[in-house]
């Protein structure tokens, strides 16, 4: 939270009995003194334990009479708070993180709107000492991102709890202002934490110390008053309130000024910077959200009624700073939400026990736990080899390089024999895989690489059947290229199971296989061209807007190609068996590459996308079927076939969590053996300056264990755990599986913006489900700014209609922008924007792994709020 006006501090203590409400008194006492306080100081204490007649905001009443003095939650029992709430019975008393901090945020805004121009928040206990719920004051407030007072502590042992304190703040985003503590000449524990604190650019202020308690009431309260008066007035605080003052000028002016700078020497991504465009400067981010500046030129924010009230004309002070749902998912990569402490945590030991090392010929234990977790997390029976690169697209360039070399040196295809025949790769039309140059040249011709010079298309593309969901139905739309009549043929089904019950759909993919089978024999009998990949991004694909595609016909292509290798090379005979019982790790054809960079590691709700491919009847509990191996992997995630699984697979995005970059490419054994020789230059000649750097691979081996803890979290375990907690749906994804599984394939549309799951229960988890709720779902499927829509695992996914007389759509569309605009500054009830990214007509929602049901719901209502204004317009 940030005011130009509005100058609010939180306190924290480097321990308990530190001095932090006579810091907050000193302070308050010189604060009311400014000149510019018309509206009294505010002091507000959130948690507070004991006997009310002893609580910090009366001694704050006490000795600086006309500040504001406010308590949030005060508990009876002089304990730690978790202890205190738990033993306190009035039911009244906030308890959850949620609650405080609304209230906290509540005060603050009062206050602010009310013309305030100084706050102190005061923490209880140290820096780590629980709150009510038992979240750590330090990930409770975190929030808030209030710049901080850290009251280090001047007693011996003193210097170590206060650097404590500091590095606990540091690592969770915190930017600590100043240290302050008495000045103990006994410990000279100023003198060294001044000096250790200067290299961070971190002032440190000695308070003299304050008198000793009198064993008489009213003298030692005299005493103290005498203290205070002297002591606010002295140069101390004098310089520690310029220093402060000074601080927050030029933490507004940073945050205000940083779209202009960038104007001035940033060039961005996917951005043409001939055309006028705002730029969202981003303070800082935790959870779900963005704390943003937008500059002035936007729109003011438009306050919904109903939800939020404001008074006229929205002139009241409002903070600089918006809270901004990042329904991109910071480009798809967020997993377990921004500012988490226990990843950074990981990172931070990571580096501190290794840095970065070199990795060529060298290994170390982090690489080794994510190569193990990876392949036990993919349950996928062909890979047994890890490769490590920076991204999603070197990741796609080493799988290429695999799959091509793989083929050739079974085919006896070299580079140079045959002119200007490349061996080439089978993909499908729409697919991206990346934006470096050899990824790029296994993509159509598209917006994004059409003005590439070197781009050269060395492939062939199916036209892929997909899918929406219409006015509560499936549409399944069948291109005329793969249509047995040759024209665009559209089918409908009731639910999205059917469409994955691949054994009653046994006509469809006949009528795909003798479309795959003819394509490929023209295209190497015919016209003698070579293929060495498959490469596929399972069921969704991302960058070229956002398209479902069938997954039937994606199966087919795999079991066309491996049950029939003769159409890739005519010498090649067998294949894999029709009934999917080869348990054969080896490939057939080609190489089949999952592109699993966007929808692998549970984007699409399970482990890996490709297993989405296989047959499953009504969800992991319950899969039967040739093709469905239920002895591996936890039952909450179905494993892939042999016969379906891909050869090679490339995951990146949520591996960290959302913190930096890393990549792996996966691979068989088979594919593995092409490259051993006794002639180095026929090993993977690739590799980067910071391959499997430790901080990255102890990050994503912490990730994937939470993503299997979520996931496998049961109903029964769930309840059990959550006696008292409000949030536990972000520490599960149990409710949103129970939703999709009671839901019904066509939802009333009374109830279009129930976030609220089922109650639990043990029922299977049903296959295929989102953390959208399957009635709001419905409902945007009959809203007329809409085309069509669908949700998957993490992601909600809207297809605008075409203006009358615009053209149909694509990436140069602008269909989606308006609402994408007005999405940024409609607010929720909580005062919070949408902050979103569109493909052309397509506008696309995306969670963290670990957004709540609620959060779900606010944001649903946002959207069918957005669209309806649409329509008023």
């Given amino acids: 939270m940030l005011w130009r006006d509005l100058r609010a501090w939180q306190v924290f203590g480097a321990n308990t009995n530190v001095g932090k409400t006579i810091v907050s008194t000193l302070l308050c006492r010189a604060l009311q003194n400014r000149p510019e306080s018309r509206v009294p100081t505010l002091y507000l204490k959130p948690v507070s334990t004991g006997p009310e007649n002893e609580a910090d905001v009366g001694h704050i009443g006490t000795f600086v009479p006309g500040v504001v003095s406010k308590n949030i939650s005060q508990f009876s029992r002089p304990l730690s708070p978790h202890l205190a709430a738990e033993l306190d019975k009035d039911s009244s008393v906030p308890r959850s993180d949620a609650s405080i901090l609304s209230r906290v945020k509540s005060v603050l805004t009062d206050h602010a709107t009310a013309g305030g121009r100084y706050a102190l928040v005061e923490t209880a206990g140290g820096v780590l000492s629980p709150g009510p719920s038992g979240t750590v004051q330090a990930d409770l407030y975190r929030p808030l991102r209030l710049p901080t007072i850290l009251v280090g502590d001047s007693k011996l042992g003193g210097i170590a709890t206060t650097i404590s304190a500091f590095e606990s703040l540091h690592v969770r985003g915190y930017d600590v202002d100043s ?114 500046y937008i500059a002035k030129d936007t729109p003011e924010q438009d306050f919904v009624p109903g939800l939020k009230s404001l008074e006229a004309e929205n002139k009241l002070p409002q903070s600089l700073l918006t809270p901004l749902f990042d329904a991109s998912a910071s480009w798809w990569t967020q997993g377990l939400g921004h500012g988490n402490p226990n990843i950074a945590l990981t990172a931070a030991h990571a580096a501190g026990r290794y840095g970065h090392v070199m990795f060529a010929h060298s290994v170390h234990q982090p690489a080794l736990d994510i190569s193990y977790s990876l392949l036990e997390t993919l349950q996928n029976p062909r890979l047994s080899r890890i490769f490590f690169t920076d991204n999603g697209s070197t990741g796609m360039e080493v799988a290429v390089k695999m799959a091509l070399r793989a083929s050739c040196a079974r085919y006896g295809w070299t580079k140079d024999d045959v002119a200007d025949k490349p061996v080439e790769i089978l993909g499908l039309k729409g697919s991206y895989h990346g934006d470096t140059i050899g990824v790029m040249n296994c993509s159509e011709p598209s917006v994004f690489n059409e003005k590439v010079d070197w781009h050269r298309p060395w492939g062939h593309w199916f036209d892929p059947p997909s899918l929406l969901f219409k006015r509560g139905k499936w549409e399944l739309t069948v291109p005329a290229e793969t249509s047995p009549s040759a024209t665009t043929e559209t089918q409908t089904f009731d639910s999205i199971h059917s469409i994955f019950d691949f054994d009653a759909r046994a006509d469809d993919a006949a009528r795909y296989k003798v479309h795959i089978t003819r394509t490929l024999q023209a295209l190497v009998r015919d016209q003698h061209r070579r293929f060495g990949a498959l490469v596929l991004e399972p069921l969704l694909m991302g960058a070229g807007g956002m398209i479902f595609v069938d997954p039937l016909f994606q199966r087919s292509l795999i079991k066309t190609i491996r049950e029939n290798p003769g159409l890739i090379h005519p010498t090649e005979t067998g294949g894999d068996d029709d009934d999917d019982s080869s348990s054969s790790t080896d490939w057939s054809g080609v190489p089949v590459i999952a592109d699993e960079v966007f929808t692998g590691l549970y984007r699409l709700g399970r482990a890996s996308s490709s297993s989405f491919l296989s047959k499953h009847v009504d969800g992991p509990a319950a899969a039967r079927g040739a093709d469905t191996q239920t002895d591996r992997g936890p039952p909450s995630q179905p494993s892939i076939h042999v016969a379906i699984a891909p050869d090679i697979s490339v995951h990146a995005k949520l591996l960290t969590a959302g913190l930096l970059p890393l990549a792996i490419t996966t691979a068989s054994d088979p594919i593995f053996q092409t490259f051993l020789s006794a002639d180095k230059t026929d090993a993977l000649l690739h590799g980067h300056s910071y391959t499997a750097h430790p901080v990255g691979c102890s990050v994503a081996t912490k990730a994937l264990a939470e993503y299997r803890r979520l996931d496998e979290t049961t109903s029964s375990s769930l309840s059990s755990s959550s006696s008292s907690s409000s949030a536990t749906s972000s520490t599960s994804w149990q409710p949103f599986k129970q939703a ?71 990436y140069t569309s602008t269909a989606a922008a308006a609402l994408q605009e007005r999405l940024l500054t409609l607010l929720d009830e909580e005062g919070c924007g949408i902050h979103s990214r569109v493909l052309g007509d397509v506008i696309y929602f995306m969670a963290s792994l670990t957004t709540s049901a609620e959060q779900i719901g606010r944001v649903g209502r946002m959207i069918l709020k957005g669209l309806d204004m649409e329509v008023g317009a």
């Fill in 740 to 810: 999709w599984a009671h839901s019904q394939s066509a939802q009333s549309t009374d109830q279009t913006t129930s976030s609220l799951p089922s109650p639990l229960t043990n029922d299977p988890p049903p296959a295929i489900y989102s953390f959208f709720p399957p009635t709001l779902v419905d409902t945007l499927s009959h809203h007329p700014r809409l085309s069509g829509c669908f949700a998957l695992g993490t992601v909600l996914v809207l297809k605008m209609a075409p203006p009358k007389g615009s053209p149909t759509g694509g």
């Fill in 179 to 292: 240290i302050v503590l008495f000045n103990d000449p006994d410990w000279g524990n100023f003198e060294y934490l001044e000096k250790y604190f200067r290299s961070h650019d971190i002032p440190t202020f000695a308070l003299p110390q304050p008198p000793p308690k009198h064993e008489s009431p009213v003298a030692d309260k005299d005493q103290l008053r005498s203290y205070y008066a002297d002591t606010a007035n002295g140069r101390p605080i004098s310089a520690l309130f310029d220093h402060l003052r000074n601080k927050h000028y030029r933490r507004v002016s940073q945050v205000i000024s940083m779209p202009s700078h960038a104007e001035q020497v940033i060039w961005h991504p996917f951005r043409q910077h001939g055309i006028a465009h705002n730029i969202t400067a981003i303070d800082s981010a935790y959870d779900d959200h963005f704390q943003t």
